[in-house]
């Protein structure tokens, strides 16, 4: 217990955190100017106003295909009586043609006729008629793009056509990105229990890539004062900011504020967010160098708070923020009046009003940033939100993908996954999102309007009737049965079942170290309706209150030295390498109110689970049989 | 007259012909996959699912720093009765460490002591608190990314520390870009009357960018049927999709579709579209290729509507279209039932309600484009919108962006332009839009509520005031002037003044070819003034008739062959390289509703004209005094 730990204990608030930083650096984020060829000036930002070498027309020029001629030679033209231009008085010209002293205007081929005189007219012609004058859409010397001002593929094809070939843009940021850690290893090296594969970087990289800088990703650093310090201290000097990740925590190997102080001086250390407290903000050799944590999501929120607002003053972008919304949380979120936080949420829109489902809330959780759409911010001052309450979302998801997004809300089932990743393929901009919180859970979604679908399998322990007594019981509307798979449910053990786990009855053998699904999830109450059957008492059952949210989490926690037995579906325990003892088929079904069946996403998603490719992908699975699905069965 | 001319008469509507295209050359738009790094991927199509090789944790993992222990040896430990540790019972952990059997929870280092010994706990701990169980995050075989997933920076991450080094992604199109036309010239070429600048590949070359794509832009090839045929036929191998430029209208030198049904197919020629009728959709070698129009929004367009579709599907980006707001219209719009049209809009937000001010509608008017911040759609099954009707706009600028834009409708003067530069550079996220209609019709605009200012310089001749009468007489609410500039109004004429005018009496002169202003601009209220107090009969004037919209309009035409005098600023005659005649100085300022008078960007657009960096590019540009100016004067 001898290792040094920081600490950190005064944190202070995000906003204030961000202001201060960005008041000392402020001077340090002005970027050079580039000069580039225009025709590689895509999405690259104007140093200052660009103006119009040439006007656009270059000359007076021809809007028609037909004839130019002098207006007052066609004075007097009517039908009854007609004007003849001799050869010498017109001349043919084409769409963008020039038209020429002594010509001032043009006759449509359309209106005239050829004779063996000449061409007959019959109206005038009002001077400059189809002529477009010089300059009509660019006038030389015309301010074409203000400064600031991204580049577009319109904008580029303007500029070449008022003369411009190069054009002086705002350099790139250079962002330096150091990861940091003796335990950290490389994607693609030899995995070692308790080393960390380095993927933080590589999100960083490609989020400065996103902003309009150059991110330079530089192998990771071991836990080495000396180290680190040598090579920030470089790369301050040759990039416009440096990014030092993880050993920014209160952990025991954490140089990386000593480092900072030592070479340089930190403005703030600690801020109160979660995740990311453990925020390093500095300043070396006039660059702004940032010390964020280890976790993905710290990282994640980390960047997006800190990094991306000075990319935004030296890139000179002026994207707007990201677009905000007004959603019902579908669950309560609570939260600490010692920080900001950040909850990673799914959202859709169900009826006329948008739902947000939070997702897992730890900072390591790396996939609920790929899952969520947007973030709930609690801010400080809140303890946190009841289920149903409007929140604020920071969407990062296009709304309108939200918008098409079909929400489904209950079991899980590797099914979801398969649908949500045909849904796209098939169908254009349609999409799927699922969360998973057990059958009832659902069913309670469905009742609070947060979702179109409940997954669910419930055995009604009196009638032995699956799904159909359940949903009767608990709505008051017209509701529909969509009718999903029939899947085998069984004991997962380990390969080879090594404790000999024949069926039910082993389970309350005390060297059995079972792991067993949250309460209302259908698994559980299969156990539950077996254990009665069997006259078992599930207090004995070793491991029966440890709970997991999925199968999966089920096969994995099997897989791993940490459980011998729990139940799941066939899919899960062959994913995990498991052998798999069978207890029951049960019914795998879709609760959905009546006056949904009708929208486009809910049809599309009946299309598909009819459809004989979603059958295919069943058989690769095995453990399903799937004769009913998509029929739809009103209760 | 002999020359021969394409027809297409008989077009079809917009919707039809894509559907139609779409139909025939559905089978042509698949992508293969191609394997590239994960590091590489950002903005990539996902081909098909992707799963995890690894969980993570990848193992049983600390969540906090402390000590790991078993959960048993510390049952029983209370503040009264503390349990101690001996050294064998437990080790010191930080956050991510794995943790081995028999140790199955984690104490927090902040709730422990360390004493002689051992370490003193007390509290007993849970079976597995604080620690992260393997894959809590991610379970190996989970799907991580659905197919046709456009990656972004967090889903790197979260790829590389699931294993997945390498993934496959949907090949990028390649497309075959050819410009066409003898009269074609490249940037930078010397350029001669009827030239005209190639410019729309470079326009597509980077829409293709922004769409996932590879655009290979080709030299302009000539008008000679052979070159096009053998060029189209070899770029039909090698490439996914074609596009040719301009050799598609009804023109003399069409030869494009004549090539193209020798070649292949052409499925639709000719659409019912404005600006963008002559498009044609043609196959050649199973190879989808597309003709668009010369103009350059008429191309635009036609990429929009029919190759963009196209890219989308080979590209299996399920980008949602573009946002649609609804919005009122401040002038009116005529528009034909022969067509759909696409009239380009700038568009703000008023008080509550968005405004949407069309542009210059010729097909030739690029930098309609440029100005534009979305499309105002006309059906083809209408005949037009009534000013102040609400119409759907297609945006494609941010909305965010569109809010915070400050919306000047009225006279033009350059130093909107220079504001406009300045306001993104000086404030963050703030934007000037400017739309010029003249004086009064700004007045209209800012009385019907469709814009926040409007530049006026109205001569009253009754009191000989600038400004201030007019807005009292129009206006019931409060309002106010925020004071702009003095600028010297005169008579431009071309350099050396040929014909020796020395005033506005000399416009009399039957031989001075005048271009006036539109009715309503302040310009030609002063000359109207000026000719009173003169005595002048303005029908006496050659060219009182022919009205431009703005000073550098004039200039322009001015500095060409087809007219002599025009009045106007100095500064447009500067920037045209004309000799000016002072006729009067006028006061130039912006009216504005007292309650905008608070709004943040107002008050941006206010401190920008007070600013020395102003007065400094003034004094540049010649011709104004500006003591006053940033001053609010209450009608």
């Given at each position: 217990m001898s290792k040094k730990r920081n600490l950190y204990l005064n944190t202070i608030p995000v906003d204030e955190a961000r202001e201060k930083y960005l008041k000392a650096v402020s001077e340090l984020l002005t970027m050079p100017a580039e000069r580039i060829p225009v025709t590689e000036s895509l999405g690259r930002v104007t140093m200052s106003a660009v103006y119009a070498r040439y006007s656009s027309p270059l000359f007076n020029a021809s809007a028609m295909d037909g004839i130019a001629v002098s207006a007052k030679?066609?004075?007097?033209?009517?039908?009854?009586?007609?004007?003849i231009l001799q050869e010498n008085m017109y001349t043919v010209v084409d769409t963008g043609d020039p038209v020429h002293n002594p010509y001032d205007a043009v006759i449509m081929a359309e209106d005239i006729v050829e004779t063996d005189d000449g061409v007959r007219i019959t109206s005038s012609a009002a001077p400059w008629q189809h002529i477009r004058p010089i300059g009509e859409d660019i006038v030389a010397g015309e301010m074409i793009l203000p400064g600031s001002h991204k580049i577009r593929a319109i904008d580029i094809g303007v500029l070449l056509s008022a003369g411009i070939l190069e054009i002086d843009v705002v350099k790139k940021p250079d962002?330096?990105?150091?990861?940091?850690?003796?335990?950290?290893?490389?994607?693609?090296?030899?995995?070692?229990?308790?080393?960390?594969?380095?993927?933080?970087?590589?999100?960083?990289?490609?989020?400065?890539?996103?902003?309009?800088?150059?991110?330079?990703?530089?192998?990771?650093?071991?836990?080495?004062?000396?180290?680190?310090?040598?090579?920030v201290s470089d790369a301050a000097d040759k990039y416009d900011m440096?990014?030092?990740?993880?050993?920014?925590?209160?952990?025991?190997?954490?140089?990386?504020?000593?480092?900072?102080?030592?070479?340089?001086?930190?403005?703030?250390?600690?801020?109160?967010?979660?995740?990311?407290?453990?925020?390093?903000?500095?300043?070396?050799?006039?660059?702004?160098?940032?010390?964020?944590?280890?976790?993905?999501?710290?990282?994640?929120?980390?960047?997006?708070?800190?990094?991306a607002p000075l990319l935004s003053i030296m890139g000179r972008r002026n994207e707007a923020v990201n677009e905000q919304i007004e959603a019902h949380i579908s669950k309560r979120i609570v939260s600490s009046l010692k920080h900001k936080e950040y909850v990673r949420v799914k959202v859709g829109k169900v009826g006329d009003k948008f739902v947000a489902a939070p997702l897992a809330r730890g900072a390591g959780a790396a996939m609920s940033l790929v899952r969520a759409d947007g973030f709930c911010v609690i801010e400080q001052s809140s303890e946190g939100v009841e289920a149903g309450e409007k929140v604020k979302i920071e969407l990062y998801r296009n709304k309108n993908e939200v918008e098409n997004t079909i929400v489904i809300i209950g079991s899980h089932d590797l099914i979801l996954d398969i649908t949500a990743d045909m849904m796209p393929g098939k169908y254009n901009n349609m999409f799927v999102s699922s969360t998973h919180v057990g059958s009832m859970g659902g069913?309670?979604?469905?009742?609070?309007?947060?979702?179109?679908m409940a997954p669910i399998h419930l055995l009604d322990e009196e009638t032995g009737q699956y799904n159909v007594p359940y949903v009767k019981r608990l709505f008051k509307e017209p509701m529909a049965i969509i009718k999903g798979v029939n899947r085998i449910q069984g004991i997962m053990v380990k390969k080879g079942n090594p404790l000999g786990i024949k069926g039910i009855e082993d389970l309350e053998n005390p060297d059995v170290r079972y792991v067993n699904r949250q309460r209302?999830?259908?698994?559980?109450?299969?156990?539950?309706y077996?254990?009665?059957?069997?006259?078992?008492?599930?207090?004995?059952?070793?491991?029966?209150?440890r709970e997991m949210a999925t199968h999966m989490a089920v096969a994995a926690a099997v897989a791993s030295e940490s459980a011998d037995a729990g139940m799941g579906v066939l899919s899960a325990a062959r994913a995990m390498g498991l052998d798999f003892i069978e207890v029951a088929y049960e019914e795998y079904d879709f609760a959905a109110p009546v006056r949904f069946l009708e929208l486009p996403h809910i049809k599309a998603f009946?299309?598909?689970?009819?459809?004989?490719?979603?059958?295919?992908?069943?058989?690769?699975?095995?453990?399903?049989?799937?004769d009913a699905s998509g029929r739809i069965v009103l209760v």
């Open positions: 030679d066609t004075e007097g033209a009517t039908e009854t009586s007609p004007v962002v330096a990105i150091f990861p940091t850690g003796t335990e950290i290893i490389e994607p693609g090296e030899e995995i070692k229990e308790g080393s960390i594969l380095e993927s933080n970087s590589r999100m960083f990289e490609n989020m400065v890539t996103t902003m309009g800088g150059n991110g330079h990703r530089f192998p990771p650093i071991k836990d080495d004062y000396d180290e680190i310090l040598s090579k440096v990014i030092i990740n993880a050993g920014s925590s209160a952990g025991t190997e954490d140089y990386t504020v000593h480092v900072l102080r030592e070479l340089g001086e930190v403005i703030v250390h600690g801020v109160a967010i979660k995740p990311g407290k453990p925020v390093i903000l500095a300043m070396v050799k006039n660059k702004p160098v940032i010390g964020l944590p280890g976790y993905p999501v710290s990282a994640y929120i980390g960047f997006e708070n800190f990094v069913l309670m979604s469905l009742k609070r309007g947060e979702a179109h209302g999830a259908g698994t559980r109450v299969l156990l539950d077996k254990l009665k059957q069997l006259g078992m008492d599930s207090e004995k059952i070793n491991g029966y209150d009946t299309d598909i689970i009819k459809s004989p490719e979603f059958k295919k992908e069943l058989d690769r699975l095995g453990g399903y049989t799937s």
